[in-house]
């Protein structure tokens, strides 16, 4: 009678579980999901690539004028012509050039007012947060007067008083956008202040900068990197609506809502010196709103699926 031979396990070697899968491809997968955040990806990459690049892929300069081809239709249009891919403006200019130093403008803007808000209104609940009291109530009465006013309409009523320009406009934006920011902020330290390892932290000695900074910040970022790629979106339109309104870029700058705002009274006669600019607008803001669903959906563990 054969006995079957006995397998022997060697205990002195842990027990192994699956590993667990790396934060990064873990966040990639969850956005990769969404077929919608990936086109809004794509888009923005390609934004940047064409504002990086746009002194060598820009046919024309975007500021040379041409008395020969006043309002040219674009090439596929009777009398336009491939020099000039999407026709060009009233006074000659090449209007793809144009749009695609604009993208420049643009993103500048758009990243500009998101690292300005974000440091200022981190900061500030950061702040509001931790000390809560007298200081947390004069910082989110003042972001709520910010709030009760239309953002468009405190945004001229600041550039009005600072006089028109791009930094102007840039500032103005900034802080029309902070409340978002420090609210989003505020209510994260708070949540994050009772947990556990804020109290070790806390009866460790730690201060109060490396409770703030070191401890309760890190894990608070999460909102707060959804919130800014969203806000860049809206302060690309916010800067657009003020170069339209003639309190933004100043000509001959190829800023979108500057572009908008020459093209006007050529509305009926030339419809591509309104349309192309519109639609660099339209799919750079819904490019980033795309992103930021996506970006959403990986971070909070609420609406992964």
Known sequence: MSTAPMTTFDLTEPMMGPHPPHPLREFWSYFSA?????????????VLLVALFAPVLAPHAPNLTNSAVFLQPPAWQ???SWTYPLGTDAIGRDILSRLMHGARLSLVIGLAVVTLSVIVGTVLGLLAGFFRGIFEIAIMRMMDIILTLPSLLLAIVIVAILGPGLMNAML???I???PHYVRITRAAVIAETSRDYVTAAR???ASRLRLMFSEILPNCTAPLIVQAS???STAILDAAALGFLGLGAQPPSPEWG???ADAREFVLRAWWVVTFPGLAILITVLAFNLLGDGLRDAFDPKLKR
């Open 34 to 46: 969404n077929r919608g955040a990936l086109a809004g990806l794509i888009i923005v990459v390609t």
């Open 78 to 80: 009777t009398g336009g």
């Open 172 to 174: 103005a934006v900034a």
């Open 176 to 178: 029309v956008v902070l």
């Open 203 to 205: 009866m460790s000695g």
């Open 230 to 232: 969203l806000g860049v």
């Open 258 to 260: 500057t572009m908008l």
